[in-house]
Structure formats: C-alpha cells, structure tokens
C-alpha cells in the first residue's frame, strides 16, 4: 500500500508553546488530507479535512486559529498547534487519500503532551 | 444513533481461532467500505478495501459487505497472537467524501 510518513511521533512541548506536526505521502500524490485527534480508547476523530493549495475545512467544535493547517504541496500537510495547553495533549494522526480508488492510508501518529 | 455501529468488545479468542468483526450501518448511501488495524499509539493500517456487495478475500483475511440489510464483516483464519490489536470499520458515501469510523473492536488472541 501506499506510504504515508508523519513526524515527530512524539513531542513534549511546555504549555504556551506552539508545535508543527508533518505529513508526508511518499509514493503518490494527495489533493486531500485528514487529520485526526485519537483519545485513549476510542475512535479516531476527524479535526479537518486538508485540501492543496486551498483552505482546510474544519469539523464543527474545532478552533481553526488553534489548529492551522497548511497544504501547500501535494505531498505535504502540516498542522500546528498554536498556544498549546495541557487539554490539547492527545494522539493526532494523519491520512492522505490515493484519489484513483478512494483508498486512504494514515501516518503512524504523532503523541503530544503539553505539561 | 451512530451511522456505524460496531460491537466494542474486547473479543478473545484462542491462537488458531476465527476472527469474526461486524458492523452496521444506517445510511444506504455509503459505497465504499474499509477494514483497519490500529496498534496501541500507531496509526490505522489498511487490511481490506472493497465497494461492492460480496466476497473478497485477501491471505487470511476476508471482508463480505452486504450492501441490503447494511452489514460488513471481517474475518480473520487462522489467528495469531500479532493480530491482537483494534480492528475499526469505515466507510465512505462517495468519492471525495470524509471517512465515517465505527467505533472499533478490541481482539485479543491468546497464545
């Protein structure tokens, strides 16, 4: 299957502090990717859908001045986390869709904790 | 009420065993149809893709989608104690449209 490479797998930042986390499609192109925040035992939770070249579309209860996304390429989404605060502390993941057939493939993730 | 539903578990099951995960769903409007493997703080791992109504088997997996009563299940021959892990469905409506996650199926399979 398709490669879909995230980092940093794992972050310890201070509270207040901002932090950058990639996603990278390595092996095709992706006009569109998920980003998802996953708490300890439970579903994935999509936060926003990223588009290249466009703004990112943001699920409804999800503060899109905290959460910035950027899709400048076709291979690269980014989401920060502005200001972070220890509640902002969870498993954020990404996905990029294979357009041809639908297929999404995800990252491995990436575990933040604000202290 | 959910659009998917999928038993939480924990289902455990001897080495050796059959694996049998369900989901319904509500919305007959959705068309294509995924099975994921989640490690504990991994990402989701794609095991079976299908968007028609069927069989499709792929090693020791099989995924069946029965589009009329709105069911998909999975099947797993022959289980080891690596497949422990969660197993989620999901599913998409159309082309270009968002993945809707049922919740997940912890399975444990014991040596």
């Known amino acids: 299957g398709a490669v879909v490479s995230q980092h940093p797998s794992r972050v310890i930042c201070k509270s207040g502090t901002s932090v950058k986390i990639e996603c990278r499609s390595l092996?095709?192109?992706?006009?569109?990717m998920f980003w998802y925040r996953q708490f300890p035992k439970q579903s994935l939770m999509l936060m926003a859908t990223s588009n290249e070249g466009s703004k990112a579309t943001y699920e409804q209860g999800v503060e899109k001045d905290k959460f910035l996304i950027n899709h400048a390429s076709l291979t690269l989404s980014t989401l920060t986390v502005t200001s972070a605060h220890p509640e902002d502390s969870s498993f954020y993941i990404c996905?990029?869709?294979?357009?041809?057939?639908?297929?999404?493939?995800f990252g491995s993730g990436t575990q933040l904790s604000v202290l | 009420q959910k659009e998917v539903e999928q038993d939480p578990g924990p289902l455990s099951v001897p080495e050796g065993a059959i694996v049998s995960l369900n989901c319904t769903y509500s919305?007959?409007?959705?068309?294509?149809f995924m099975w994921y493997r989640q490690y504990s703080r991994k990402g989701p791992e794609l095991l079976m893709y299908?968007?028609?109504?069927g069989n499709k088997e792929d090693g020791r997996f099989t995924a069946q989608v029965d589009k009329s009563s709105k069911y998909i299940s999975l099947f797993i021959r022959d289980s080891q104690p690596s497949d422990s892990a969660t197993y989620l469905c999901a599913m998409i409506k159309a082309a270009g449209n968002k993945l809707t996650f049922g919740g997940g199926t912890r399975v444990l399979v014991k040596p």
């Open positions: 919305n007959s409007a959705f068309q294509y």
């Open positions: 092996d095709f192109q992706a006009t569109t």
């Open positions: 299908t968007y028609s109504s």
């Open positions: 996905s990029a869709r294979v357009e041809a057939n639908e297929k999404l493939f």
